[in-house]
């Protein structure tokens, strides 16, 4: 089966993107360094659709990087919902804002920029869903880190746990990513205090339900 036709097939039967996100990725091609980093076309309508399922309350997003995924989430959460999105790069601020300024559901995101591993512990919040999708060196780091802030029956995704495929392959010492992504699905598969899935989405999409 040839892969692009096929998703060029589910492209073209589910969701639009909508014009706003598909300006912000346009935008982001032209403009911005690494722009395959955005979650793109179907995962923000998997991430959308995720919200409209669970219809969380408060949200955490570990990575913003343009917003794509941040608006796509927020689409799909109730007005009094909240999405918390950490992004250390403050050179993405402008972009960000852009975007967030044109959408009307911007009152439902807050960006902080820093770094999560110090603006985690900051927020006063319970967690209903969690997407961990920032450096991959830290996700075992972000996820103890983010736990006990989760509430039970809350969900945690992780982004790009298959990591090109190199999960397959013994990684070189100075591979810090794939040893960190290695690490983290061991740690996930080894915790009885949750229930976990890898959907062979995009670069691979894990779902962590916690007990
Ligand atoms: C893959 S991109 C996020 C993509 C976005 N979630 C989406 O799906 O459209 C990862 C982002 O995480 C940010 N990042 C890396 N380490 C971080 C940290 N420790 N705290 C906060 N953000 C971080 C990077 O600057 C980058 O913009």
Known sequence: MDQTSIEAYILSHMDEEGELLSGLCRDANVNLLRPRMLSGHLQGRILKMFCRMLAPRRVLEIGTYTAYATLCMAEGLADDALIHTVEINDEMEDFIQKYLSCSPDREKIKVHFGDAMELIPTFDELFDLVFI???????????????PKVRKGGLILADNTLWDGKVLEKPMASDKQTIGILEFNEKIKNDRRVEKVILPLRDGLTMIWKK
């Open 133 to 147: 999708d920032a450096d991959k060196r830290l996700y075992s780091d972000y996820y103890d880190l983010v736990f």
